[in-house]
């Protein structure tokens, strides 16, 4: 996993919800930046994988932005704005795997086959029988 800490630039704000007074003077709330562009990190080639998928997540200005206001404490959120960042970025990077294209077996051939009989039958049997 990549280690982004020493790239992250961290911005404090006071946390909305709950606390009363408490929460109307600490700024718990983290928002941590990361710019991909100028990141040492990544390679060229990772930083375009993770321009195109983390898109709707990077400003005007080329940073990926987290932020966190789930803990009481600022130290909290900081820790929580490194690990959504870091989980963010390696699920990114991941390359899914390539399909195989493969034909259905024999067996399976037929067992669907088989299948389709069984239905036809139920239904041929549900109809009206006519006399004559």
């Known amino acids: 996993m990549l ?35 100028s990141s040492s990190l990544v390679t060229t080639e990772e930083k375009m994988i993770l321009s195109e998928k983390l898109a709707k997540k990077i400003n005007s200005e080329g940073f990926l932005m987290i932020k966190s206001q789930s803990d009481r404490s600022q130290l909290g959120n900081k820790q929580q704005v490194v690990k959504k960042m870091t989980l963010l970025v390696a699920k990114a990077l991941v390359r899914p795997k390539t399909r195989k294209a493969t034909k259905p077996s024999k067996a399976a051939k037929e067992k669907r086959l088989e299948g389709k009989k069984i239905t036809a039958e139920t239904k041929n049997n549900r109809k009206k029988i006519i006399l004559k």
């Not at 704000?13 to 007074?21: L, N």
């Not at 928002?31 to 991909?36: A, D, K, N, S, T």
Request: hydrophobic share 25%.
């Open 3 to 37: 280690t982004i800490t020493k790239e992250i630039k961290y911005k404090t704000a006071r946390s909305g919800g709950k606390g009363g007074q408490h929460v109307n003077k600490v700024e718990t709330m983290v928002e941590g930046y990361w710019h991909i562009g």
